[in-house]
């Protein structure tokens, strides 16, 4: 059974970093692209970013590149995002997802953690 | 950025009816098109993708059509289990997703 369980959420307060966590499972991650999108409360979903297998190759939304960081550990079978300068905008339910690869939509997605910004 | 504009924002149904849900992409994205589904509390799952392909598992119920700009999804005999909201994504260029729309049933 694929599994994707993201991890490393919570309150946070403006300002400061936050490195998100994605373990995987039931699958060969060496194979798979993997990305991140989140959804703020309420809202619509958003793209972040996504990384090759070797990663080689990691592509970010453009308004989200700066503030950003996606890398793996393929020996860990985990994925991660580093997240920086947080905001209130930055509030929302930050999900992984996987692809066979780039230029296709992700076809297996964690159940997400929740990121709430707030002093 | 290529924008998405969803429509309808809401949609409200009978059991066994037809449903449309449209996506209109601000420029040409080659059949780029996903369809998602969401349930409440739940994270999205793949419906549609290449705007016509069946995503394994999902309901031949289930279809999506479309070229160019404008591309729609189609649920055909409705059924309580399609309460959720859809959304519709482009990956023809960095990947934008439509608004959403909520489906309920009447």
């Known amino acids: 059974e694929v599994k994707l369980v993201e991890s490393g959420g919570g309150l946070v307060q403006p300002g400061r970093s936050l490195k998100l966590s994605c373990a995987a499972s039931?699958?060969?991650?060496?194979?798979?692209?993997m990305g991140w999108v989140r959804q703020a409360p309420g809202k619509g979903l958003e793209w972040i970013g996504e990384?090759?297998?070797?990663?080689?190759?990691?592509n970010y939304t453009p308004s989200l590149k700066d503030k950003f960081t996606i890398s793996r550990d393929n020996a860990q079978n985990t994925l991660y995002l580093q997240m920086s300068k947080l905001g209130s905008e930055d509030t929302a339910i930050y999900y992984c997802?996987?692809?066979?690869?780039?230029?296709?939509?992700?076809?297996?997605w964690g159940q997400g953690v929740m990121v709430t910004v707030s002093s | 950025d290529i924008q998405m504009t969803q429509s309808p924002a809401s949609l409200s149904a009978s059991l066994g009816e037809t449903v449309t849900i449209e996506c209109r992409a601000s420029?040409?994205?080659?059949?780029?098109l996903a369809w998602y589904q969401q349930k409440p509390g739940k994270s999205p799952q793949l419906l549609i993708y290449n705007a016509n392909s069946l995503h394994t598992g999902v309901p031949s119920r289930f279809s999506g059509s479309g070229s160019g700009t404008q591309y729609s999804l189609k649920i055909n005999s409705l059924q309580s289990e399609d309460v959720a909201s859809y959304f519709c994504q482009q990956y023809y260029n960095y990947p934008t997703f439509g608004s959403g729309t909520k489906l309920e049933i009447k």
């Open positions: 420029e040409d994205i080659y059949n780029g």
């Open positions: 039931g699958f060969s991650f060496n194979d798979y692209w």
């Open positions: 997802a996987r692809a066979r690869k780039t230029q296709i939509p992700f076809d297996y």
């Open positions: 990384i090759n297998q070797d990663s080689s190759t990691i």
